[in-house]
């Protein structure tokens, strides 16, 4: 089996341990001080970065926010010939980042894996996993391998994968985290659709801010998208209430 690093040990970290530890000779590495009884816990050997960041297969579960540090701290000890890869839930960024920042002699391949620990609880059969190539044709080697535990695997560009998770996750996580904030109840009287909206609430708030932010904040596309919402929630309300015009929906980009 091949040696991977894991470059973060935090919830995704660990389901991404849980998940390959039986597919690679694996060690971690995290900067938090929880991380190493986490990875102790599940039987896997913690590590210095260096360490880590000189295996074959270098997957780096960092939030998107910290990446360009990590891949910079991880640089001068990767290996000839090694493969890097991210999971962040933006592409444009982290991409621009590792082919700034990772030398030429690594290949580079952008994943988004599109569940979590919460998602995931039932297995990774039929779970969504995107694919970006970046560097070299390895990528192939992961749509491959993503396939093989049951994911449903997409090759694109980092671009198309921003585009749509502006709809898919940036408003998704906006509408779910707000109602999340206002605390919805679980009500007797309940619709199926005000059911799919406590579910949206059970995955999302399980979600840390950091990665909420992240989202919001990291995709050049969300803003145009979350803001479009915004301004058509105010509408209608202005005009429930008496307001004057008609709302005049405009979706911000056609996604194609």
Not at 21 to 38: G, K, L, Q, S, Y
Not at 135 to 148: I, K, P
């Amino acid at each position: 089996m091949k040696s991977l690093g894991l470059i973060g040990f935090g919830q995704f970290g660990q389901l991404a341990a849980d998940t390959l530890r039986h597919h690679f000779e694996m060690i971690a590495t995290d900067v938090t001080p929880a991380a190493e009884a986490a990875a102790i816990r599940l039987g896997v050997p913690f590590r210095s970065l260096p360490e880590a960041a000189a295996c074959e297969v270098v997957v780096v579960t960092a939030p998107v926010a910290a990446l360009r540090e990590v891949f910079a701290s991880i640089s001068p000890h990767v290996i000839a010939g090694a493969l890097v890869v991210d999971v962040g839930s933006v592409k444009m960024l982290p991409v621009q980042w590792m082919t700034e920042v990772l030398p030429p002699y690594v290949d580079l391949v952008a994943t988004h894996p599109l569940f979590g620990p919460q998602s995931a609880r039932g297995g990774l059969a039929g779970l969504r996993f995107v694919v970006c190539p970046v560097r070299g044709s390895r990528h192939r080697q992961v749509a491959a391998f993503g396939r093989l535990l049951g994911l449903s695997v997409t090759v694109t560009t980092p671009e198309k994968h921003d585009q749509e998770m502006a709809y898919v996750q940036a408003l998704t996580h906006l509408i779910g985290r707000s109602l999340v904030n206002i605390g919805i109840p679980d009500e007797q009287l309940k619709m199926q659709s005000y059911q799919h909206l406590l579910e949206l609430c059970s995955l999302v708030g399980a979600d840390t801010f950091e990665l909420f932010t992240a989202i919001q904040t990291q995709n050049p596309f969300a803003d145009e998208v979350v803001t479009a919402f915004v301004d058509q929630a105010t509408s209608l309300l202005k005009q429930i209430k008496g307001g004057v015009g008609k709302s005049t929906p405009s979706p911000p980009r056609a996604i194609t």
